[in-house]
């Protein structure tokens, strides 16, 4: 028994020091040579998302997102809203409820909204695009997940979820027009 225990406990320190090597040739490679500061850049980024989206949760910092919207290229996130509220509606009156009916219905609508915002992504030519479209797909699969479940299915997550997804692409879009009139400024200057 004390044999396995401290066979257990080596391979454990073995695992320990094989993530520190890992993290320290991630750091050494991140700080030096072509890539150096991309891992500043990495924590940098993160600070600036969570900065831009706490402003968009004011009333002024939602106003200005709400003059980032644009009919003419934004017209997908409209029909991806319009089907998950659709789909609410549909869960709403009992049809979307039944086991087989309404996981289908789910999944057809999920995936067309996915497509759209997949559309929309690809107009949005600012910044990290594969990120974004990752995310995403996270926040849609994370909803859809949640729809899923019997009972939660009644309540307007889809929709909740699609309209999150938008205000990200919005707080996106005037992060990059921001950061456009920042370098032009800059480049006037120089």
Not at 42 to 54: F, L, S, W, Y
């Amino acid at each position: 028994m004390l044999y396995d225990y401290q066979k257990q406990q080596a391979l454990e320190e073995a695992r320990r020091r094989d993530k520190e090597k890992k993290a320290r040739e991630t750091l050494k490679k991140y700080n030096a040579g072509k890539n150096k500061g991309q891992a500043k850049n990495v924590t940098q980024d993160v600070k600036n998302n969570a900065e831009a989206i706490k402003k968009a949760m004011t009333p002024l910092g939602f106003l200005s997102l709400l003059f980032q919207i644009s009919i003419f290229s934004d017209w997908m996130y409209g029909l991806a809203i319009f089907a998950a509220v659709l789909k609410d509606i549909i869960d709403f009156t009992g049809l979307g409820s039944l086991p087989g009916i309404g996981t289908v219905i789910t999944f057809c609508i999920s995936i067309f909204i996915g497509f759209m915002m997949l559309l929309g992504s690809f107009t949005n030519g600012a910044g990290r695009r594969h990120q974004k479209i990752i995310k995403s797909w996270l926040i849609l699969l994370g909803g859809t997940t949640i729809e899923m479940l019997f009972g939660l299915n009644f309540l307007p997550v889809e929709t909740l979820t699609v309209l999150s997804v938008y205000v990200l692409y919005l707080a996106g879009k005037k992060q990059a027009r921001e950061e456009n009139k920042r370098t032009s400024a800059q480049e006037s200057y120089a």
